[in-house]
């Protein structure tokens, strides 16, 4: 049975590190003592520069972020990169994605010409995207979207991910993404993975998928994975709760090359 998703809890802290830690941070943008660039990803689940979520990673059986580069490739589409700001000790301080003009209503209703994203490397457990309009007179004008939050255990290694998005610009719904990892000698040996809860989820959509399979389990999505390890890779037994009345299993074998070579970016599987 798959480990249940704690909704009042997740919701209960949420709004504890909304209101202690992201209402109340200001984000500079004056920090601007080294830029760098790096073409973003887009995964499932894996949508900022360095998110700090493992499975992405592992499922694709490579890291996913790009090296920094001092200048702007030759040949590059300035579109696909992010600019990465470090303050004065080279610590990463932010990014910067430009999105270009607004559309017409915002530009009429706040007078911005451009806006773009942002994400604030706060600590090492939290970090704040945001959406950002450049206005006519010069002035920014920040909105929180996104906060990822990381927790350790005592010996410095990764426990928890978990990321909460505002669902749209108006509404105060959050959509939750949450990885949480175990260790055995020092390795990645489990994660329970769960996928999208919404607090306002489409009822349209959600409707249908009832109607076809009554018994789908939505509103997270639940996956694990197990690890072990031989002299020919790590194998990832991949658990979807689908259903009640369905669970689909995958094994698969990340080789021993692309294992090490996670290893060397951070990711614990050997």
Partial sequence: MYREFDKEGMLAKFAELRDKYVLTYEPDFTVEDEVRYAKGPIWDGLDELYSRFLIPHIREQKYLFTKEHKS???????????????????????????????????????????????????????????????????????????????????????????????????????????????????????????????????????????????????NPECFEYDFSRDENGVTCNYTHYFRKSQTINRTELIPMDKALKLKEHGIPIL
């Fill in 72 to 218: 702007l490739p030759k040949n590059a589409v300035v579109e696909e990169y992010e600019k990465i700001y470090h303050d004065a000790e080279g610590k990463l301080h932010h990014t910067v994605y430009e999105m270009g003009a607004p559309g017409f209503l915002v530009s009429e209703f706040y007078d911005a010409k451009s806006h773009f994203n942002a994400s604030f490397y706060v600590s090492e457990q939290l970090r704040i995207d945001y959406n950002v309009l450049r206005l006519t007179d010069g002035d920014l004008s920040p909105v929180w979207c996104q906060f990822e939050w990381c927790e350790y255990d005592e010996d410095g290694r990764l426990t928890a991910v978990e990321s909460y998005r505002r669902n749209g610009a108006i509404q105060d719904g959050v959509i939750i993404n949450a990885e949480y990892y175990e260790y055995e000698d020092g390795v990645l040996s489990h994660v329970y993975r769960f996928h999208e809860f919404d607090t306002q989820p489409l009822p349209g959509m959600l409707g249908l998928v009832r109607q076809m399979m009554p018994d789908r389990i939505l």
